[in-house]
């Protein structure tokens, strides 16, 4: 305490055999060390007392300017606490001292110097304030993140509940100053270096990956509007480094994937902020208006880098919606009129130029997100937009690529459309569009592409059978036929061939009608080139295939399928039977299910 030069030496004798507990780098997993720093009981008698004085010096010394020296200690001292911490013994009561509002007292007025586009600054070397910064925030990981969840995250490791709940230490209570702090950082900000704004947007994730009592204090309106605000400027790159501009993008939307699933696991209570909300303000940014550009010059990049911004946006909504309370989610972003706000990007989008098919594709798969699992979600969807609406908006885009029509695919089998025979078909409504589509895609490749793909996966069972048929299939399929000039013949033979395998299992009288006006032609002596593939596929309906089976039947396939019959005191007689045969088809198995316990049904 009276020799401040021993001090400074003791600390970097500290500092230098524990060197390798610095790792300051978000980026970066934490390093693997055998090897723990002291506890705090094991260090010399009343070194936090005289740490938090010349700690507290150097912040009293800051409005004059700190000289060389202070400046080094400083950080010496950070570098002392980060240290400190990787004992996550010592992390609870560090927390608690005053360091931790020393450290953010010094951060913000350093952040505030290198905002600031002045000759002075632009003379003088930032090198020494940037090390102390990028060191304060990651001394606010170490007390808010412990177990480093966050760098765990962003380097695609995902925790499961059990591996969070056997986490032995608790992080440190959030300081009220961080808020305020965060805030101050991204004001006028647009000269402070992407890296270092990169590094604040790490802490806030880390804060609210490292516990759920600190993440509700963080997420409040104010650091909604800060994340918002810096998506929107991501759209603007200037002179600045694509990179850079373009991660900081990206780690804005996972710190706002993590915020939604941290809010969903709270009560209403607790939230500052509602889910709706920010949903409300992010399908808003998404659909901002483009109309008027400050640049003329500039606006070819200003539009490319303006859909790879909401192309980033859509693919984040489909990492919102991998968690384990799904369906509430799903029903929030029901309320928050998604669909309407994803079909209306679809339909804006055609004023640009280029990276159309990208944009539809991520559509698409946001779309399916959303309505994954979730027969609800699917009938709002029909009531609100309508297929036959999303593919008049998809068709005005021009020509689609094999990525687009395999990602329709993908929406039926809510899952890889090659997974054929894995998955069936969840939602049959993306398969009568690809039908309609058929004769428009100039590619024959394409048409026999898709053609031969709806054979097999409507073909697979008879669940997959029924559901066709019940959709009205058949039909669908006949009037693309009546298009017969604009499909290649593999691709007709297909879908006559897909037709017969149909119509085994259900043919109506209508159906039967519009096939057989199908094979007119103009000129009597002239056959219609589909005279042979479609007598093949009617015998193929009359033909007796496998076992005897019933053409009345309950499918019991859906979770929630059931036969109800009348209470016992409503029962005739003295006695109630119930006859049925039972058909066990071969269910698909779902990928995401097959570590669970499996479902039966039960009769009784």
């Not at 509700?216 to 810096?230: D, G, H, I, K, Y």
């Not at 709002?380 to 297929?387: M, P, S, T």
Request: hydrophobic share 40%; with cysteine; aromatic share 8%.
């Amino acid at each position: 305490q009276k020799d401040p030069d021993y001090l400074k030496l003791w600390l970097d004798s500290f500092v230098s055999s524990y060197e390798q507990f610095l790792d300051v780098d978000f980026e970066k997993l934490p390093t693997r060390v055998d090897d723990i720093p002291p506890g705090i009981s094991l260090l010399p008698d009343n070194i936090l007392q005289v740490l938090r004085l010349q700690l507290l010096q150097c912040v009293q010394k800051m409005s004059d300017g700190l000289e060389e020296q202070q400046q080094a200690l400083s950080l010496l001292l950070v570098k002392f606490f980060i240290i400190l911490c990787r004992n996550l013994a010592n992390v609870e009561e560090i927390g608690m001292c005053s360091y931790i509002n020393h450290v953010i007292t010094m951060t913000t007025l350093y952040i505030q110097q290198l905002k600031s586009k002045t000759k002075e600054k632009e003379v003088a070397d930032q090198t020494s304030i940037e090390e102390f910064v990028r060191h304060a925030l990651a001394f606010c990981e170490s007390l808010y993140d412990p177990y480093r969840n966050w760098r765990q995250r962003i380097a695609g490791r995902f925790l499961s509940t059990v591996e969070k709940s056997r986490q032995k230490y608790k992080p440190a209570s959030l300081t009220v100053e961080f808020v305020p702090f965060f805030y101050q950082c991204f004001q006028e900000s647009e000269h402070l270096k992407e890296s270092l704004k990169c590094c604040l947007l790490h802490l806030f994730g880390a804060i609210v990956a490292g516990g759920q009592r600190n993440a509700l204090q963080a997420v409040s309106p104010a650091t909604m509007e800060v994340l918002m605000r810096v998506l929107a400027d991501c759209d603007n790159w200037d002179d600045r480094n694509p990179e850079e501009v373009s991660r900081k993008a990206e780690l804005t939307l996972k710190c706002l994937t993590e915020v939604v699933h941290i809010l969903l696991t709270s009560s209403s209570d607790q939230r500052q902020v509602e889910t709706s909300t920010i949903l409300e303000n992010y399908f808003k940014l998404l659909n901002s208006d483009h109309s008027a550009l400050p640049n003329p010059r500039r606006c070819r990049q200003w539009e490319s880098r303006f859909i790879a911004l909401q192309i980033q946006m859509l693919n984040t909504i489909t990492a919102m919606l991998d968690c384990t309370d799904r369906p509430v989610l799903q029903a929030i972003f029901l309320n928050s009129n998604c669909f309407e706000h994803l079909i209306r990007l679809l339909q804006n989008c055609k004023v640009f130029q280029g990276r159309l098919d990208c944009l539809a594709v991520s559509t698409i798969q946001a779309l399916t997100a959303v309505m994954h699992k979730s027969p609800a979600a699917k009938e709002v969807f029909k009531e609100r937009i309508g297929y036959a609406h999303i593919y008049e908006v998809l068709k005005s885009l021009g020509q689609p690529s094999r990525e687009l029509l395999e990602e329709l695919m993908n929406m039926a089998v809510e899952g890889d459309h090659m997974a054929v025979g894995i998955l069936g078909i969840s939602n049959v409504q993306p398969l009568l569009l690809l039908i309609q589509w058929l004769p428009e895609l100039e590619s024959h490749d394409l048409q026999i592409f898709i053609s031969n793909w709806l054979r097999r996966i409507c073909c697979i069972n008879r669940q997959s059978r029924a559901t066709c048929v019940n959709a009205n299939m058949v039909i669908r399929i006949i009037e693309t036929l009546n298009s017969h000039s604009a499909l290649h013949c593999t691709c007709a033979e297909n879908l006559i061939a897909l037709l017969g395998s149909l119509g085994s299992q259900s043919m109506g009288s209508e159906e039967l009608l519009q096939l057989i006006r199908l094979l007119r032609t103009e000129e009597p002596k002239r056959a219609h080139p589909y005279v042979v593939p479609v007598m093949r596929a009617i015998l193929a309906m009359a033909r007796k295939q496998g076992m005897a089976s019933a053409l009345q039947y309950f499918n019991l396939c859906p979770s929630m399928a059931g036969i109800a019959v009348p209470s016992i005191h409503k029962w005739p007689g003295s006695a109630f039977s119930f006859n049925a045969w039972l058909c066990l088809d071969q269910d698909r198995v779902d990928p995401s299910t097959t570590s669970k316990s499996g479902k039966r049904k039960q009769l009784y």
